[in-house]
């Protein structure tokens, strides 16, 4: 009978177990999941929010867009009154110091600044000159010049100020360290050469390649032809011929017109340039005729208001031949185009003979032109011997005229770059200045965009809407698929018509409405008489300015998920209104657009709740007096005692005041008085933002008890709302310029509003290890999808813990030979997977599951459950694809595939999905053969139906900076922007603290027990990775269950911090099945499992928040012992059934 008995029971532990096993439940663990969130206070605080009641407003979209246009504009201009200021101080100046300032290409006396993101000294400016300039007679500007550079500080969106001389000289204020200092010529750059034309220009170098042309003369020229291209600005086009008896240009489109100076185009020139030698001899007829072509290549519309220059370059030896005549070649080109060519010739070296230089010099003034055909414009020409002593460079870079360039009124602006100190969006802004009746340079300031524009990168009236600016062009400044102007490893764009950006049908008339009107407008220019005399004359131009309307239209709206990258977008169609309106300022052509939906509402709470003494605690431990105890939490300094508030520009009234901008004491104090209620005076703060302080303070008392003694397994606690408040427990100081509404975590969780959101793991850069998050959206009115987000509520726990948690509510997880348990979200990537918990390295970035998981993906993806989703990454010229899960029709509930052997259920309520895998003896397949962390934007697309996250090429027209297809693509969001965050050092102030969690890990004796607490850590290998006696140490010891210092064993059973006596070590008693008593020992073991699983079967035991059991059978404790924060003193003999080979599994 026992025999029988003993076979039956180890039947059931072969079939019936793992059969009943498989059926896995997302139910269960999506209950778990439910309780982390109600542990730190989802379900508590979002009824808070459903007790308010709201007032509802419909914005007024007419009034919104005039008041920011009007915003902006007065930014503008306080930049045009601080440019005239600068400029009235430098002319009436006359620069007329011989002392001698600061050389910017020397350390000096320099001081940290948040303005400006370096060291500067704003006592006073520095200088450049380059090397090829001479310092005689060099005159500077005296202190009232520095004065009114000093005043203009007071317009918070300046930077640095500066001025360029035509002689090549560079002022710089305040004064810093530069680079380049012997090359630098602002001559050569964009914001200069923009100052002196008033309508764009096309340009043509042609460089002779002659075998002659070898060595220093080539180098040289190549040099010279290059800094040519980089003084134009976007509104200008070039062309590049090189030649000798042969004329060659770029292939392509590049042969057969000028194309705009972009990145793309500069690039393609400057790898042409630098690729050719010189051999064979010269042909000045062909070249000219290929130069001419290149001109003539764009319609006649677009050349008819633009400069045509040619610039030739050559040693002189023209190879033509008998019949051949240059000048002639340019007479019938030129008149064919009505003599609007203007031409530069440059004679380099010692070789030109005096018919050679004739030629030159006829060529400049095209002898055989007849004006009858068109005014002929006289070139200059230039004969350079000795390139050591002379500058070719400097000759060529300055080819347009400087005795006729208008002294403009109004400020003219460059396209956005970035800084190079703040890395962040700037524009120029200049004015140019006369001296002794003539121009003679440029004064000069950056502007950073995040703080022109911070109404609309701060823009909240509801949920859906947005904000975009343009010029009178078309090329958009500020869009929200466009990189945020703050990002400081966004690359620069060129790719900004705003058509790549609204696609929606009859948006072009919108667009149309917003371009350039004419109005008429004068100039002053200085026309030379004589050798020293000038004659003041008027030239008559026309500035540009939108219009102002308002439309209704259906639009697409793009909603980011979390990570550009990796998330990608969401898109819906949304009924919107369109307003616009002219943003009016001198020198501006730009015009604003708001989009909001229509019947979109604005709430506002109605109840208002008085000032509560501590609800407001700032962040910033340095400014205001934290209440004890302090800690240490991790590599956090901490207080236990209260909650920590950090407040974003979004909580301000005025934003643009609040970025980058040094917080005080006296500040700090300004925001807690008033808050408090002690003054009157309101610093600034929006009123919703203080209710939002108001709303949250409740979650101090919860996070600091209930939840502390529920969860103690929580790393962080933190909610964050709409209105930029912050506030985290416990309480620690956040970098300066943290805001949650630029995280991927917080796109992630309000893009999936009604749900839990799981992230994938990532290592915690405050030192608690690998860990997870999970946040929740608070919405106005509860849970409806239609109810729009107020705050999003979240917390971190440790990976192991999850991994623990998971096992105890399924069984089979535990059976790491046989079986893997992973976790996806739906996005694909992995949220739980073998690899994270047997690695020690450092987790660099999330992990798809198509890297580590080929068999699965290939079966998701034929079923169509996992797809590629598509969108035009604009900027990058690439088609970008990213996945999504989702199941469908009669999969709603999950699937079983039994040839691939896994299932798959989905995890209710939450953005994650359950797969449990039968291991297999080669389970290394893989779609994807990239490392784990390379980034999508660098990984082509093959042919293979499952592959990594990847790109393909789209066809581009680099000539004309467009795509050669726009229909059919959605374009992709921009990524969330990196700021410049610095944290301030901790470590003298968390030396010989105690730490914020229970110090007891030492007493826990299991795995179980040790991942309780979120400050533990189960030991499992020593430093050089050999396995160890399992045992619980602080996280900082063993941050990947892996000890970092190189004595790693088991502390003493019961330390000074164990509330109990010490007990004696038992977790580590194994029973053995001997030959004469194995079978007693099986039928128990037998016996305890079926009961398990019976119990499983009976009901789920919903009272489980603790951590989770091995694949090791407990003698259960008493309910006592069940306590995060006390000792567990009650161990009782453990029966263990891990072998050594799921020991060495684990390790693996």
């Known amino acids: 009978m026992k025999v029988r008995y003993l076979l039956a029971c180890l039947f059931v532990v072969k079939h019936v177990i793992p059969q009943n096993a498989q059926e896995i439940n997302g139910d269960i663990l999506a209950r778990e999941l439910n309780k982390v969130a109600d542990s730190v206070g989802w379900s508590f605080l979002q009824n808070e929010y459903n007790k308010l009641r709201y007032q509802e407003t419909k914005p007024d979209g007419e009034k919104l867009v005039k008041e920011i246009a009007e915003k902006i504009a007065g930014r503008m201009k306080e930049v045009d009154n601080a440019l005239t200021k600068l400029k009235e101080a430098v002319e009436g100046d006359q620069l007329s110091s011989a002392n001698v300032p600061q050389d910017c290409c020397v350390d000096g006396e320099y001081q940290e600044n948040v303005r400006f993101r370096t060291h500067v000294s704003e006592e006073t400016f520095c200088y450049i000159r380059p090397s090829y300039v001479s310092g005689d007679d060099i005159k500077f500007p005296t202190t009232k010049v520095l004065d009114a550079m000093k005043a203009n500080l007071n317009v918070k969106h300046l930077q640095f100020q500066y001025i360029g001389l035509k002689t090549g000289l560079f002022i710089n204020y305040p004064s810093t360290r530069l680079r380049d200092c012997d090359s630098y010529d602002p001559r050569f750059r964009p914001y200069f050469v923009s100052s002196t034309a008033t309508i764009p220009r096309d340009v043509v170098v042609v460089l002779e390649i002659f075998a002659s042309m070898r060595g220093d003369k080539l180098f040289e020229a190549k040099h010279a032809a290059l800094t040519v291209m980089e003084t134009l600005g976007v509104k200008d086009r070039f062309g590049l011929v090189v030649f000798n008896d042969e004329a060659s ?169 970035k800084d190079f100190f703040t890395n962040e969006s700037v524009i120029t802004g200049c004015l140019p200045f006369a001296l002794n009746g003539g121009f003679h340079g440029v004064v000069c300031a950056d502007i950073l965009i995040s703080k022109l524009v911070a109404e609309i990168l701060y823009l909240k009236h509801g949920e859906f809407i947005y904000a975009f600016i343009i010029d009178g062009e078309g090329r958009t400044l500020v869009h929200p698929l466009l990189p945020d102007p703050r990002d400081v490893i966004a690359q620069e764009q060129d790719i ?93 052509n730009f015009s604003l657009c708001i989009v909001m939906e229509k019947d979109n509402t604005v709430s506002d709470i109605e109840n208002f709740n008085h000032p509560i003494s501590g609800d407001f605690v700032y962040h910033r431990w340095d400014l205001n007096r934290w209440p004890a105890p302090f800690c240490r939490h991790f590599s956090r300094y901490a207080t236990q005692a209260k909650t920590t508030v950090k407040l974003t520009p979004d909580a301000f009234k005025e934003a643009s005041l609040y970025t980058g901008v040094k917080e005080t004491g006296v500040r700090v104090k300004q925001l807690k008085d008033y808050i408090s209620g002690d003054i009157t005076t309101n610093p600034g703060l929006k009123t919703s933002a203080i209710k939002s302080i108001r709303l949250t303070y409740p979650m101090e008392k919860l996070w600091m008890t209930t939840s502390k003694e529920e969860a103690p397994y929580l790393v962080w606690r933190y909610v964050m709302t709409e209105d930029g408040v912050q506030r985290q427990y416990p309480g620690v100081r956040l970098t300066d310029d943290y805001d949650h509404k630029l995280r ?37 009115g509860g849970t409806n999808t239609g109810g729009k987000v107020e705050a999003v509520i979240g917390t971190d726990f ?25 976790l996806i979200d739906n996005s694909g990537f992995l949220v739980m997977h073998p690899y994270y918990i047997e690695t020690t390295s450092p987790i660099e970035g999330q992990i798809h599951i198509t890297y580590l998981e080929g068999r699965i993906s290939r079966s998701l993806i034929d079923k169509g459950i996992m797809y590629k989703q598509p969108c035009r990454d604009t900027g990058n010229k690439k088609e970008q694809f990213t996945y999504r899960v989702k199941l469908k029709g009669s999969d709603l509930g999950g699937i079983i595939d039994s040839k691939d052997e896994y299932e798959l259920r989905p995890v209710s309520s939450s953005n994650v999905f359950l797969i449990l895998k039968k291991r297999r003896s080669n389970d290394e397949d893989k779609c994807c053969d990239s490392e784990n962390y390379v980034s999508p934007s660098s990984i082509p697309c093959g042919t293979e139906k499952c592959s990594c996250l990847c790109y393909k090429e789209l066809s581009f027209n680099e000539c004309r900076n467009e795509y050669n297809i726009t229909k059919g693509f959605v374009p992709c969001s921009s990524q969330l922007p990196t700021l410049r965050s610095v944290s301030t050092p901790e470590e003298d102030k968390t030396r010989n603290l105690p730490t914020c969690f229970p110090t007891d890990c030492a007493c826990r004796k299991t795995e179980r027990d040790c991942f309780r607490t979120s400050g533990c850590s189960w030991c499992k290998s020593d430093k050089n990775g050999n396995l160890v006696n399992g045992f619980c140490d602080l996280k900082e010891i063993c941050p990947s269950q892996q000890c970092l210092k190189d004595v790693c064993i088991r502390k003493r059973c019961g330390p000074p911090e164990c509330k109990n006596p010490p007990c004696d070590d038992v977790s580590n ?54 306590d995060y924060n006390t000792v567990p003193n009650c161990y009782t003999s453990t029966l263990s059934v891990t072998s050594e080979e799921s020991v060495n599994s684990n390790a693996s």
């Open 249 to 417: 240009t770029l292939g392509g489109c590049y042969g057969n017109q000028v194309v705009p100076v972009t990145s793309t185009t500069k690039k393609s020139f400057r790898d042409f340039l630098n690729s050719q030698q010189a051999q064979k001899g010269a042909d000045y007829d062909v070249a000219l005729r290929k130069a001419f072509a290149l001109l003539k290549g764009n319609s006649s519309v677009e050349a008819k208001d633009r400069d045509q220059i040619l610039l030739f370059v050559s040693d002189g030896r023209d190879n033509s031949g008998t019949e051949g005549n240059p000048l002639e070649v340019i007479r019938d080109e030129n008149e064919a185009i009505n003599n609007n060519v203007v031409i530069n010739t440059y004679g380099i070296g010692t070789g030109i003979n005096s018919n050679e230089k004739q030629l030159l010099r006829n060529m400049a003034e095209q002898t055989l032109n007849n004006n009858s055909y068109g005014h002929v414009k006289r070139g200059q020409y230039e004969f350079i011997t000795d390139l050591k002593t002379s500058s070719l460079r400097k000759v060529m870079g300055t080819y347009y005229k400087y005795d006729s360039v208008p002294i403009s009124p109004s400020p003219t602006y460059t396209q956005p770059y």
């Open 496 to 588: 900004n018509n705003i058509n790549n950006f609204e696609t929606s049908g009859d948006v072009s008339e919108v667009i149309d409405s917003m371009k350039k009107k004419p109005m008429q407008s004068s100039l002053i220019s200085y026309e030379p008489l004589g050798a020293c005399d000038f004659v003041k004359s008027k030239l008559r131009i026309y500035l540009y300015r939108g219009s102002k309307g308002q439309k209704p239209l259906d639009t697409d709206i793009l909603e980011t998920r979390g990570q550009k990258y990796l998330d990608g977008d969401s898109k819906r169609t949304m009924k919107a209104v369109f307003y616009w309106a002219p943003i009016v300022a001198s020198g501006s």
């Open 744 to 780: 991927p975590w917080y796109h992630r969780t309000i893009a999936q509003k009604t749900i839990n959101v799981v992230s994938a793991p990532y290592e915690d850069s405050w030192g608690s290890g690998k860990i997870i998050s999970l946040t929740r959206s608070i919405l106005k």
């Open 798 to 822: 440790s990976i192991y813990f999850f991994n623990q948690m998971l096992e105890d509510i399924y069984p089979i997880c535990a059976d790491r030979t046989r079986y893997s348990c992973i």
């Open 1069 to 1122: 008693v194994v029973i053995y099945a001997s030959a004469s008593g194995g079978a007693v020992v099986v039928v128990i073991l037998i016996i305890i499992v079926v009961c398990i699983i019976r119990k499983k079967k009976d009901g789920h035991d919903d009272t489980y928040l603790d951590a989770t059991h091995e694949v090791t059978i407990f003698s259960k404790p008493t309910s006592d012992c069940i």
